[in-house]
């Protein structure tokens, strides 16, 4: 299971403030709209975009952003497992905000790709061992980034951050896979912002990497709003998932709005692993307080949100679906995820 940008934005750490107790910032409640179909996932992978600020800040929001240290522990607690990390706002706070970050994540017990502290660990694959009731099963999580803003990487340490490069994401895929992965999932910070449509790069590189025996799934990031899922030959693109959680200065409810996507694999008596489910959630994070993410199809089973009355979900609703599904996804198997 996958979800879109965690993007932290100042009204997100106020809320957070409000939420907490004797000063602290607490992000698990903005986070609780998920959290059922979170925890009921084997491997829920979430893309942390912004690198961490030290505890008590100073924060800093759009457009160079360091974000309050807190929301891992809510993302842990949610029930996540593992954050994708690089992104174009990766070297926003240098190479103590990547350092800060990964040893924030390490500490959270989530696993983490896509940003490195030491060439070491640049150069070894990430690789998660998935429990399922027949055992477990080792994932392989790469992360990758169109650019990082013209920002330069710390130092020079070009190793500090993996970019969209096809060669590089396949050479390491090919690696993970070697190093025992039976599935490898690719994440790649692409596309073009605000746009829902997939950009020529994404149309063009989606159905390159998936023709790889190493590479299993595409999960995409960077737009803000929701773009399509598709299905190429056997395998799956998400080309965007939106947000998680943000709260944009620019208007437009497309930009509030994100996916949650959940992908079955079984296991083929090869020993290789095939998607045999595909499903997805739209999500939604109103402007009235409390901000937070709302799970869209349970908050409509209920009649309505504190945040978000009915009409607002019905127009969330169908925009969404109607953008997944628009290269063919419904017809290949997606299917809309009932309310938990």
Do not use: K
Not at 25 to 40: H, I, K
């Amino acid at each position: 299971m996958a979800t879109g940008d965690v993007l932290l934005h100042p009204a997100l750490w106020e809320q957070a403030a409000d939420d907490g107790a004797g000063g602290d910032l607490d992000f698990a409640p903005q986070l609780a709209g998920v959290l059922p179909r979170v925890q009921e996932a084997d491997l829920a992978v979430c893309h942390l975009e912004t690198p961490l600020a030290p505890e008590g800040g100073p924060y800093r929001g759009y457009p160079s952003f360091a974000a309050p240290p807190q929301v891992v522990s809510a993302l842990a607690a949610t029930g996540y497992d593992a954050c994708t990390t690089a992104s174009n706002h990766s070297f926003d706070a240098g190479a103590a905000g990547v350092d800060r970050t990964l040893d924030a994540l390490d500490a959270a017990g989530l696993a983490h790709a896509g940003t490195a502290r030491t060439p070491e660990e640049a150069a070894r694959p990430t690789v998660v061992q998935v429990p399922t009731e027949h055992g477990p099963v080792a994932v392989a999580l790469l992360s990758a980034t169109y650019g990082t803003n013209g920002v330069p990487a710390p130092e020079g340490q070009a190793w500090r951050g993996d970019l969209l490069d096809e060669d590089a994401v396949l050479a390491e895929a090919a690696a993970a896979r070697a190093q025992g992965a039976e599935v490898v999932v690719v994440s790649l910070h692409w596309g073009d912002e605000h746009d829902p449509e997939p950009s020529a790069q994404q149309r063009e590189l989606a159905p390159r990497l998936l023709a790889s025996p190493d590479v299993d799934l595409l999960l995409g990031h960077h737009a803000h709003v929701v773009q399509p899922v598709e299905r190429i030959g056997d395998e799956w693109v998400a080309y965007g998932l939106g947000n998680l959680l943000a709260h944009h200065a620019t208007a437009g409810e497309p930009l509030r709005e994100g996916l949650l996507v959940r992908f079955e694999l079984t296991e083929q008596p090869d020993g290789g692993f095939t998607t045999t489910g595909a499903g997805f959630a739209p999500l939604l994070v109103p402007d009235e307080p409390p901000l937070g993410v709302v799970d869209v199809a349970a908050a409509l089973g209920t009649g309505g949100a504190p945040n978000a009355p009915v009409e607002r979900l019905v127009r969330a609703m169908d925009r969404t679906t109607a953008v997944v599904t628009s290269r063919g996804a419904a017809a290949a198997g997606l299917e809309p995820l009932a309310a938990p």
